[in-house]
């Protein structure tokens, strides 16, 4: 299975801060994906990076992956409290499943 | 479009009881996942099918967790009898699959989970 460790386990910055996560993975994957889960709710897909990209962005998200150190980042630029959240990674892609970590619990204090 | 659907949101129980929970999916997802994720953990996966057919149940405690997506639609998952260790939220989610495929490698799209304290 695919499964993403997230590092930090927490994460505490002061809004407009920029915030870093990373995870790593054990096996071949096709893509990547990173998900973001509010408190009580469920989680919600944020960005998806394909193996064969380096970078991608989407609004003030930045993600980035190494093939070759089978790891990955997610950047959060400008934080925003609302950003408060827990965000997990996962790979995916073949035959395995999508198997999610415990994810990095960021704090953006206002 | 209407999001994934789950019920009931909360349900508390004694030990040993019984429980279901429903998910009706986004329509026209073929694939359908529960998770269990408890108290400051990831997500796990529990049961994942493709369309009416199971794909992987293999961290399903099947002695006393069953699940089922009749007409590859709605799934309900039961658990009977209940542990103290089953306390946990209950999630759900669908991603578009492809007939055939064993596995989908696109974005899942979760519920707001249902969550369960076994007293």
């Known amino acids: 299975s695919q499964q993403g460790e997230e590092d930090p386990q927490a994460l505490s910055i002061q809004e407009g801060e920029n915030a870093t996560m990373n995870c790593s993975y054990k096996?071949?994957?096709?893509?990547l994906q990173w998900y973001r889960q509010n408190s009580g709710r469920g989680l919600v897909h944020l960005i998806l990076i394909r193996s064969n990209e380096r970078e991608k962005h989407s609004g003030r998200l930045r993600v980035t992956l190494d093939t070759s150190k089978k790891s990955s980042s997610l950047l959060i630029t400008a934080s925003r409290a609302a950003d408060t959240a827990s965000y997990f990674c996962?790979?995916?892609?073949?035959?395995?499943?999508?198997?999610f970590g415990k994810g990095t619990k960021l704090t953006v204090n206002p | 479009e209407a999001g994934v659907a789950q019920s009931p949101r909360y349900k508390i129980i004694e030990k040993r009881q019984s429980v279901a929970f429903w998910c009706n999916p986004i329509?026209?997802?073929?694939?359908l996942y529960w998770y269990q994720q408890i108290l400051g953990q990831g997500p796990k996966l529990l049961i994942q099918?493709?369309?009416?057919?199971?794909?992987?149940d293999s961290q399903l405690p099947k002695d006393r967790f069953s699940a089922e997506r009749l007409k590859g639609v709605d799934s309900t998952l039961k658990i009977q009898p209940a542990k103290l260790e089953d306390s946990a939220v209950y999630l759900c989610a669908s991603s578009l699959g492809q007939w055939g495929a064993i596995a989908n490698t696109g974005e899942l799209f979760f519920g707001e989970g249902s969550r369960l304290t076994v007293l």
């Open positions: 329509s026209g997802h073929a694939t």
């Open positions: 099918f493709q369309n009416n057919g199971v794909v992987d």
């Open positions: 996962a790979g995916g892609g073949g035959s395995e499943k999508l198997v």
């Open positions: 096996t071949s994957i096709n893509n």
